[in-house]
């Protein structure tokens, strides 16, 4: 079970830090995902971490803005987000990627937490 957390109002420029805390399961034996979605938009990949916190991957719309990291002690997977914009408004998820599959797509990865909203004001 995953719990997304952090999300708020804040304004362009600004920085927020989100947190998943992950229970019930080996945490550090599975690679992360952050994801997004707009109303009326497909859920998309943010970022991944693998198990042990020594690769990540990135959407190409990040940019160098954000950072993904994991406290697998704690059973946390963080998201570093600087220079937010409006377009980055979204509720954010968590997720576990499946065992067997290679691919960043929403359908690659499940045990979904509940969300947490971003928003950004300009």
């Known amino acids: 079970q995953l719990q997304a957390s952090g999300g708020g109002p804040v304004q362009a420029g600004g920085s927020l830090r989100l947190s998943c805390a992950a229970s019930?399961?080996?945490?550090?034996?599975?690679?992360m995902g952050w994801f997004r979605q707009t109303p009326g938009k497909e859920r998309e990949i943010v970022a991944a971490?693998?198990?042990?916190?020594?690769?990540?991957y990135y959407a190409a719309f990040v940019k160098g803005r954000f950072t993904i990291s994991r406290d697998n002690a704690k059973n946390t997977v963080y998201l570093q987000m600087n220079s937010l914009n409006p377009e980055d408004t979204a509720v954010y998820y968590c997720?576990?990627?499946?065992?067997?599959?290679?691919?960043?797509?929403?359908?690659?990865?499940?045990?979904w937490g509940q969300g947490t909203l971003v928003t950004v004001s300009s």
């Open positions: 997720a576990v990627r499946r065992s067997g599959s290679f691919y960043y797509r929403p359908s690659d990865f499940g045990s």
């Open positions: 019930g399961r080996t945490f550090s034996s599975y690679i």
């Open positions: 971490i693998s198990g042990s916190g020594d690769s990540s």
